[in-house]
């Protein structure tokens, strides 16, 4: 069974960068190269959103217009990590940061298109 760790979160002042990382283990034919990755968050009181996404080949993205310009998703396969680079913090941007992985071709911001889920990982952004 396949199983996810994020790492990198932690508490941080606005404009400052962080990067994420989503570590997946358990497989055993395949790798991560064969799954579409996607970062959710989640805050107090709030849904959870579909912040970024990979498809399998990387060649799909997409981004939540809240982090457009701002965050960066990309994938080391070899390593079976995938990373959220977030630059320009801001307090907005605080919440639980999720990983989640299915096989798809192409990417989805939507968590129900997911099957394997991270525990996540707090990330507070605050002066």
């Known amino acids: 069974q396949v199983q996810l760790v994020e790492s990198g979160g932690g508490l941080v002042q606005p404009g400052s960068s962080l990067k994420l990382s989503c570590s997946a283990s358990?497989?055993?034919?395949?790798?991560?190269?064969?799954?579409?990755v996607g970062w959710f968050r989640q805050a107090p009181g709030k849904q959870r959103e579909g912040v970024s996404c990979?498809?399998?080949?990387?060649?799909?993205?997409y981004y939540a217009n809240s982090v457009k310009g701002r965050f960066t998703v990309s994938r080391d396969n070899a390593r079976n990590i995938v990373y959220l680079h977030m630059n320009n913090l801001k307090p907005e941007d605080t919440a639980v940061y999720y990983c989640a992985i299915n096989h798809g071709i192409f990417c989805s911001p939507s968590a129900s298109d997911y099957k394997a889920w991270g525990q996540g990982t707090q990330v507070t952004v605050s002066a």
């Open positions: 358990g497989f055993v034919i395949d790798s991560i190269e064969t799954y579409r």
């Open positions: 990979t498809s399998a080949s990387d060649g799909n993205k």
